[in-house]
Every structure is written in C-alpha cells, then in structure tokens.
Nanobody, 118 residues
C-alpha cells in the first residue's frame, strides 16, 4: 500500500508561484505514472500534469508553460512547480500514483489547498 502525502499549498496572489510536493512512502518505479490533479469548488476533478515511463511528461493545456512536474528519485518525491498562477488555478491539488500493467491500481494523497487571489 503506497501512501502519498502532499504539501506546499497555500494562499498566493495572482502571478505568484508555489511548489507542491508529493512524498511517497516507498520507491516510485520508472513504470509508475504519477499525476497531479485539482478540483475547484463545484467542478469535477481534472488532470493537471503527469510523469511516466521515467521522465515523460504531460500537461493540461491550461497550465502548459506555467507548471512543471518533476521527480526526485532518491527522495521519492514528485513536485509540481506552479508559476504565473491565476485565480482559476484555485482548488484542491492531489497526487495520484498509478502502478501496474494489466491490473492497474491507483493510490491517492489527501490533497493540499491552493488559493490564488486576484
């Protein structure tokens, strides 16, 4: 059972930056996919960024050029660097680790709140 703990959220003004951390309780394999998701009030959860197959990354169109996902292989941490934040980036940010090939299993963290004021 992989446990994930997010941190780094907070209140920031528009245009500011935050770095979120997702710490895993065990090693993150190269074959794992780790993603950051967010859920704004009254909206469905959406994928923000993911890293898989080593270092292949994907981003939602709304965050391309502003957010960067990266991993620290030694510390088992996946980061989400968020720059040029906008009020519409407000939400609860959670990380998910997906493991397995034929039978995939998802592990979620508890989330961290990000609030961007205008």
């Amino acid at each position: 059972q992989v446990q994930l703990v997010e941190s780094g959220g907070g209140l920031v003004q528009a245009g500011g930056s935050l770095r979120l951390s997702c710490v895993a309780s065990e090693s993150i394999y190269n074959t794992d996919t780790v993603g950051w998701y967010r859920q704004a009030p009254g909206k469905q959860r959406e994928s923000v960024a993911s890293v898989t197959n080593g270092d292949s990354t994907n981003y939602a169109d709304s965050v391309k050029g502003r957010f960067t996902i990266s991993r620290d292989r030694v510390a088992n941490i996946v980061y989400l660097q968020m720059n040029m934040l906008r009020p519409e980036d407000t939400g609860i940010y959670s990380c998910k680790l997906q493991r397995g090939t034929l039978a995939k299993r998802d592990y979620w963290g508890q989330g961290t709140q990000v609030t961007v004021s205008s």
